[in-house]
């Protein structure tokens, strides 16, 4: 059994897949990273699955890397964090690859690879007062394992501002650059993703399948070098001074906050 997710699936097929961590914010942990992964392989390869929900429990989707899976990175040798940004990544392309229609239902805080979520599903219905942001590098860190979705999500015009000023940004605009396809009342949500899954099920299962794989190929690849290009990346921009000086002071600062 999980401990950092809920999977429940109804008789029509359509798992609910919901972020449990809600003291957290839905934060991911190693644990809820590899958990993902392996929920993304198990209702991919799982015929009774039709489609596929992400949902956060609590006030938000997701808000991003959690304190303590930071604070071990902070600590972490280079090849130990090489290691781990490896397996984000393969979470994440776990869940791009899902051969199912995988929908986001969002709501609170999105930030980071929350945002990375979001842009490996294939609709996303939000919450008009969610928020939304790219705010690594507000701690001298860069959002690399996640810009191959996000950039292929948003397009490359968008998403510079947003990776180079980490400024937060409301619904509204997360429609505009196509991060999600729709905004709705908060009270509305549950019965807005509802109505977005019920068009996916109206498809033959194998031929939306096929379709997905067919769009895939027809973008630009996100291939096994690019990944680990990024990967690299992720571990360069942790070892910069501005990240070792922003990072310190983000964890005193929450320090500070929670006494």
């Known amino acids: 059994m999980p401990e950092t997710l809920r999977i429940e699936t109804d008789g029509r097929g359509v798992t609910r897949l919901t972020l449990a961590r809600e003291d957290k914010h839905n934060a991911m942990s190693a644990r809820m990273i590899d958990e993902l992964t392996e929920a993304a392989h198990l209702l991919g390869a799982d015929p009774s699955v039709r489609a596929v929900v992400m949902a956060g429990a609590g006030k938000s989707f997701c808000a991003g890397g959690d304190l303590e899976w930071m604070r071990t990175q902070f600590d972490a040798s280079r090849s130990e964090r090489i290691a781990e940004a490896r397996r984000l990544a393969a979470m994440f392309r776990a869940l791009n690859d899902l051969p199912k229609p995988l929908i986001a239902s969002v709501h609170g805080n999105v930030f980071g690879g929350g945002i990375g979520l979001i842009s490996v599903c294939d ?106 290009d990024v990967v690299h990346r992720l571990a360069d921009s942790w070892e910069t001074p501005e990240a070792q000086r922003g990072i310190l002071s983000f964890f005193e600062k929450r320090k500070r906050n929670s006494v």
């Open 123 to 228: 609709a996303a219905v939000a919450a008009e007062t969610a928020r939304f942001g790219l705010t690594e590098v507000r701690l001298g860190l860069i959002p690399a394992t996640i810009s191959p979705y996000v950039v292929a999500r948003i397009g490359a015009s968008a998403a510079r501002p947003l990776f180079m000023s980490g400024k937060v940004f409301d619904a509204e605009q997360a429609r505009a650059i196509g991060l999600v396809g729709s905004i709705v009342a908060a009270e509305d949500l549950d019965s807005s993703v509802e109505a977005a899954t019920n068009e996916f099920l109206a498809a033959s299962p194998q031929a939306a399948a096929s379709a997905k794989a067919l769009v895939r190929s027809l973008a630009a690849p996100i291939t096994d070098d690019i990944i680990e």
